[in-house]
């Protein structure tokens, strides 16, 4: 599978973030190729990967069969800007080794509008599981206006419970399994396993958004591509 390689691209998304638009729903991430330039390279224009919304167990196998079906294309490059809440954990790290896989460079951020006359990317977000899918691109850009939150693992389970009144749903916490695997991953990413601690430290109901000296300290990504 051949997608271009990034450096041609560097000059185009040295680009102004904006703040003003505002982010959409949360929703089952999906796929879309967005031209970059000013449009007056038309139908050649380079395109990058807008991946935007939940990870979810669908997500990694929909995003190989998403690059399969453009790249043959000749205009996509490796670029992916993701835009997420977050998702499930096992199916985030999956993605990432997919990301890793495909050598695609992460930008933290939103398309603007195709062709601004300056090019403009909205900030964007990496919140929680997202974070183990941004480890897995082979560049990582994480500009000033975007934000990239944790916090410890969960998920759900659901019993019935008649002197509760019915359905109950309990959180349920990693044991010690989860977090050992993640630190792991993060290293073989090349980011430092300290991040994974730091957020199993953090409570789940709230997310902790990492400074800029965060995101270096732990290896995370850089401002520019």
Request: charge should be positive; glycine fraction near 12%; charged fraction near 20%.
């Given at each position: 599978?051949?997608?271009h390689d990034?450096?041609?691209?560097?000059?185009?998304?040295?680009?102004?973030?904006?703040?003003?638009?505002p982010?959409?729903?949360?929703?089952?991430?999906?796929f879309?190729?967005?031209?970059?330039?000013?449009?007056?390279?038309?139908?050649r224009?380079?395109?990058?990967?807008a991946?935007?919304?939940?990870?979810?167990?669908?997500?990694?196998?929909a995003?190989?069969?998403?690059?399969?079906?453009?790249?043959?294309?000749?205009?996509?490059?490796?670029?992916?800007?993701?835009?997420?809440?977050?998702?499930?954990?096992?199916?985030?790290?999956?993605?990432?080794?997919?990301?890793?896989?495909?050598?695609m460079?992460?930008?933290?951020?939103r398309?603007?509008?195709?062709?601004?006359?300056?090019?403009?990317?909205?900030?964007?977000?990496?919140?929680?599981?997202?974070?183990?899918?941004?480890?897995?691109g082979k560049?990582r850009?994480?500009?000033?206006?975007?934000?990239?939150?944790?916090?410890r693992?969960?998920?759900?389970?659901?019993?019935?419970?008649?002197?509760?009144?019915?359905?109950?749903?309990?959180?349920?916490?990693d044991?010690?399994?989860?977090?050992?695997?993640?630190?792991?991953?993060?290293s073989?990413?090349?980011v430092?396993?300290?991040?994974?601690?730091?957020?199993?430290?953090?409570?789940?109901?709230?997310?902790?958004?990492?400074?800029?000296?965060?995101?270096?300290?732990?290896?995370?990504?850089?401002r520019?591509?």
């Amino acid at each position: 599978m051949n997608i271009h390689d990034v450096s041609m691209l560097r000059p185009i998304l040295a680009l102004a973030l904006a703040l003003s638009a505002p982010l959409a729903v949360a929703q089952a991430m999906e796929f879309r190729a967005v031209p970059v330039g000013d449009g007056r390279c038309g139908e050649r224009c380079p395109q990058v990967v807008a991946a935007e919304g939940e990870i979810d167990e669908s997500t990694p196998n929909a995003f190989l069969s998403f690059v399969r079906g453009n790249v043959g294309g000749g205009n996509l490059h490796g670029i992916v800007l993701l835009d997420s809440p977050g998702g499930k954990v096992v199916a985030s790290m999956e993605l990432g080794r997919a990301l890793r896989r495909l050598g695609m460079a992460v930008i933290v951020a939103r398309p603007g509008a195709a062709y601004s006359d300056n090019g403009e990317l909205y900030s964007g977000r990496c919140y929680s599981a997202c974070v183990y899918a941004l480890m897995g691109g082979k560049r990582r850009v994480i500009p000033a206006q975007s934000r990239v939150g944790i916090h410890r693992m969960f998920n759900y389970s659901t019993s019935f419970d008649l002197a509760e009144g019915g359905l109950v749903q309990e959180r349920n916490y990693d044991d010690g399994g989860m977090r050992a695997m993640l630190s792991r991953y993060s290293s073989t990413m090349g980011v430092s396993p300290e991040l994974v601690n730091f957020a199993e430290r953090t409570s789940s109901d709230q997310l902790y958004m990492l400074s800029g000296a965060e995101i270096a300290r732990w290896r995370l990504g850089g401002r520019k591509l």
